[in-house]
């Protein structure tokens, strides 16, 4: 146990303070952890969820907006992906919110690297506090690999219906594009002085937790834990948990009408039960927020 603890702070440190997510997603997908749960064919959905290149400014380059920059080599797979993504009410909503936001660009790019994965990083505020800027890295085959069910529990459900071919790969697809839009709107929803000192304090936090016998119960850890409101892991497991919430958002629309609808909801219920017992209220709060779903056993 105490093992597992250490590489899961070890990976949540990296995970959200890495200084180069282009290098950060090179660096995983050349040298995968073994301590992690998700497998390596699978999508470590947001290795990069909150890599950043931690900045202020006070001057703008240009205006809000959404950017697309991708190799030509990925474009027609990529449209694909957006295309699913977009066919649902929830997915044009937030595609045209960042394509009309005032202050905040978005930039959307498929890495070579990182083959089944995405990440999003690269934040940059203004001296108000605002997010100014942050990047989605989309993996060049992000319509395969499944993530573990453990942190991903609605990603890990669309497994059986691909397979039983009763769902696309571009669904999975687009469904890892919404949980890398739902860590963007998590960061912009976070004050850039927590932000930072999350950055600063991590580090700090790691290093004695990896020199005090993996005790997270010192008084010193105890007390970074309080400033940061939550140790390492606890903070990216709410942001991951944000993304899939998010996930489960496009799902929503995206699967309504179909006949398998409930099964694969209480699939996912019965994931955040065993595995996700404190987060469980946001993902049934988006149950209930839809007849059709809330008909279903998640009540």
């Not at 699913?84 to 890495?111: C, D, K, M, N």
């Not at 571009?170 to 000192?197: C, Q, W």
Request: with cysteine.
């Amino acid at each position: 146990m105490k093992l597992r603890l250490a590489v899961l702070i070890t990976i949540a440190a990296l995970n959200l303070f890495c200084c180069d997510a282009v290098s950060f997603l090179r660096t995983r997908a050349a040298n995968p952890d073994p301590g992690v749960s998700t497998p390596t064919n699978g999508c470590r959905a947001t290795i990069a969820s909150t890599t950043n290149h931690v900045g202020s400014t006070s001057a703008r380059s240009g205006a809000g907006g959404l950017k697309e920059v991708n190799d030509p080599r990925f474009k027609k797979r990529y449209e694909s992906w957006k295309k699913e993504f977009v066919s649902t009410e929830i997915g044009r909503a937030q595609w045209e919110l960042y394509s009309r936001h005032p202050h905040l660009t978005l930039t959307i790019t498929v890495a070579e690297n990182n083959k089944n994965g995405a990440g999003t990083g690269l934040y940059k505020w203004n001296d108000a506090g605002e997010l100014l800027e942050a990047t989605i890295f989309l993996g060049r085959r992000i319509d395969e690999g499944y993530p573990s069910s453990i942190y991903y529990p609605v990603m890990n459900a669309l497994e059986p219906y691909e397979s039983a071919q009763l769902l696309s790969r571009n669904v999975l697809a687009a469904t890892k594009i919404a949980h890398e839009f739902g860590h963007v709107m998590k960061i912009a929803d976070t004050p850039a002085s927590l932000y930072r000192l999350q950055v600063k304090l991590v580090p700090i936090y790691n290093k004695i937790f990896l020199s005090n016998g993996h005790n997270v119960n010192d008084p010193q850890l105890v007390e970074l834990a309080q400033q940061m409101g939550g140790n390492p892991v606890e903070i990216w497991e709410d942001r991951e948990y944000w993304g899939e919430a998010n996930a489960m958002l496009y799902l929503r629309d995206r699967v309504a009408k179909e006949d398998f609808h409930c099964k694969l909801f209480n699939r996912i219920k019965r994931t955040v039960e065993q595995y996700a017992k404190p987060y469980e209220e946001r993902f049934s709060e988006i149950a209930k927020s839809q007849g059709i779903i809330y008909s279903c056993s998640w009540k």
